[in-house]
């Protein structure tokens, strides 16, 4: 398969994604507002009780990190369709690049997640959360952050060709949330029990979180007790590289092998 | 091997999933321009042969070429050559008929200019050129079925897939499906058609095979299906279900049959025969001199249930029309 082919399946194939934008306008608007609203609900009504400087300049490079983590079960959703209805195997039996599938799923779902990070820093500048460092940083810190979405891209297209069908989405949705609490998005782990603090530290969305936090110059609570808070602008990296570096090839061969 | 005349030539296929198997040494050649039935009941393998014919699956053993080509050595030149129409409407839900096509014929290559003209003379030919600006959301079961053929046809394939392609559509929708799939036969396409029921099979196709337990337990076409049962059989309704054994006893040793069916409720006996105006003429005399009363007398040919069963023996339960699988 020519390299022309695998460019122009791929773009033909997140022309159907943004094709999807436009016929449903009310899931798109949804999909953005959700993060929204956590941000805001948060901010607002558990803000409040937080005693801890400005809880806000805190919270929400933490949602930022949230929202990429969320990405994964947007993936899964989509995929999963597409298998259910045997959309997959048309494309499978059909003679085009067969890695524009996924090469076209992984780049209109990374467009989504930049346009739903667009309106959450939107959201959060009308909040009053300023980043204070250099443009360099801030773009490298958006950079993070897409890059963590990249890793949860791909490791929700394995986990949805392992689910296969839309329903067992929902169980991972499920187990997303507490993954997603156990780590510094809305608190430090400094302030939660020894071994849960531990975790949440190490939690690669965490790490993720903490580094955007250091170059939007936002106040980092806690750390500098623990190695990997102390690197977490390098563990932003290798936590997503890591990731990539396991469901990539797994997604991959899976694919290949679908039904077998 | 030579398969200038055979669009499809499998060989010993076996498909294995651990100690199961879903094919267990499969052979079938399928001669240019004809529709092939494969028939079976759930779980026969059907499925798994149409997919790794349409290269979704490789086989744990044997191999298959399709217009000539090797499945498992060159997939690509095979998804060149055929169209696939599996048991879900493969189409894209939140797009409209034409966006659809359009994707798919772009997919196939075609280029933007010809892809959409494609897409266009597609829609109207299949009927949708009214609602092709619609999503999909909103068409029929039957609407949906003729769109995912049209994207089937977009390179006019050689050999065209057919995976039990009226499964829970309505009498309507299925009517559409079946005179859609005739059209095509008649420009020469090779179809491979799998299915429960036995009328889409005898309406469809020219060849049969029956599939049970991943293997062939039958092939002819379907006259000659038939006649492996013993050729024609007589029914005869009596007016009293008390006569019924003494009946069959009757036409039993009038028809010179050995084995006669019955069928209290509809006070129904069956038997073969052999030569159909005697075994008629002796069988209205005889029952006459029992004093037996028959309220209908009947010769006709063996349905396709019938051998189905006979030939699956108590492994397949298959679905006898269609209206008693709908309902």
Not at chain 2, 22 to 47: C, E, H, I
Request: net charge negative; aromatic share 6%.
């Amino acid at each position: 398969m020519s390299a022309a082919y695998i460019l122009s399946d791929s773009w033909t194939m997140t022309r159907r994604g943004l094709a999807h934008w436009g016929r449903q306008p009310v899931a798109v608007i949804v999909g953005l507002a959700f993060p929204v609203m956590m941000m805001v609900m948060f901010a607002y009504l558990l803000g409040g009780g937080m005693e801890v400087g400005d809880y806000r300049e805190y919270l929400v490079p933490g949602m930022f990190a949230l929202a990429m983590a969320f990405g994964l079960e947007a993936t899964m959703v989509e995929l999963t369709r597409d298998l259910d209805k045997g959309v997959i195997d048309r494309f499978r039996s059909m003679p085009m690049a067969p890695s524009a599938v996924l090469i076209g799923r992984s780049i209109i779902d990374l467009l989504q997640s930049a346009l739903g990070l667009l309106v959450l820093i939107g959201t959060g500048l009308v909040m009053g959360w300023r980043w204070h460092g250099g443009p360099a940083a801030a773009l490298a810190a958006v950079g993070l952050l897409l890059l963590l979405r990249f890793a949860m891209l791909w490791a929700g297209i394995y986990l949805g060709m392992v689910a296969g069908r839309p329903e067992m989405v929902q169980a991972v949705q499920i187990l997303i949330w507490p993954v997603a609490f156990l780590s510094n998005a809305f608190t430090s782990p400094d302030t939660m029990p020894g071994w849960m603090g531990t975790i949440a530290e190490w939690n690669p969305m965490s790490a993720t979180a903490q580094a955007v936090r250091e170059l939007f110059a936002n106040p980092v609570w806690g750390g500098g007790d623990s190695w990997v808070t102390d690197h977490a602008v390098l563990m932003a990296v290798v936590w997503p590289v890591v990731m990539l570096a396991v469901f990539l090839p797994l997604a991959v061969r899976r694919y290949q092998r679908l039904g077998d | 091997m030579t398969t200038g005349d055979h669009a499809i030539v499998a060989e010993g296929l076996r498909k294995e999933y651990g100690t199961k198997h879903a094919l267990a040494g499969l052979d079938l050649t399928v001669p240019r321009g004809t529709v092939q039935g494969v028939l079976g009941p759930n779980g026969a393998g059907k499925s798994t042969l149409v997919r790794i014919l349409a290269t979704l699956l490789r086989p744990t053993a044997g191999r298959a070429e399709v217009a000539g080509v090797d499945v498992a050595r060159h997939p690509d030149e095979v998804r060149r050559r055929i169209g696939l129409l599996g048991q879900h409407a493969a189409v894209d839900e939140h797009l409209s008929g034409m966006q659809n096509l359009e994707m798919f014929a772009r997919l196939y290559h075609l280029g933007a200019r010809r892809a959409r003209s494609r897409a266009d003379e597609l829609l109207t030919r299949f009927g949708l050129a009214d609602t092709g600006r619609k999503p999909i959301g909103k068409y029929s079961g039957g609407m949906r079925r003729r769109l995912d053929l049209a994207a089937s046809l977009i390179l006019d394939p050689e050999i065209l897939f057919l995976d039990e392609p009226t499964t829970g559509l309505d009498p309507r929708g299925r009517t559409e499906v079946w005179e859609a799939v005739r059209t095509l036969v008649g420009g020469g396409t090779t179809v491979l058609l799998t299915t429960q029921y036995l009328e889409e099979a005898d309406q469809l196709a020219d060849a049969l095979c029956l599939v049970d337990d991943g293997r062939i337990v039958a092939e002819g076409t379907a006259d000659q299906l038939k006649a492996r049962l013993g050729g024609d059989r007589i029914d005869v309704v009596v007016r009293d279900r008390e006569g019924l054994a003494a009946a069959a006893s009757v036409v039993g040793m009038a028809a010179r049959a050995d084995t006669v069916t019955t069928d209290a409720d509809r006070r129904l006996l069956s038997a073969p025969v052999t030569d159909r105006m005697t075994a008629l003429a002796e069988t209205v005399r005889a029952l006459a001199a029992a004093g037996i009363e028959a309220e209908d007398i009947a010769l006709r040919r063996p349905t396709l249930d019938e051998v189905f069963l006979h030939l699956t023996g108590a492994t397949g339960t298959v679905t006898g029309t269609y209206e008693e699988a709908s309902a």
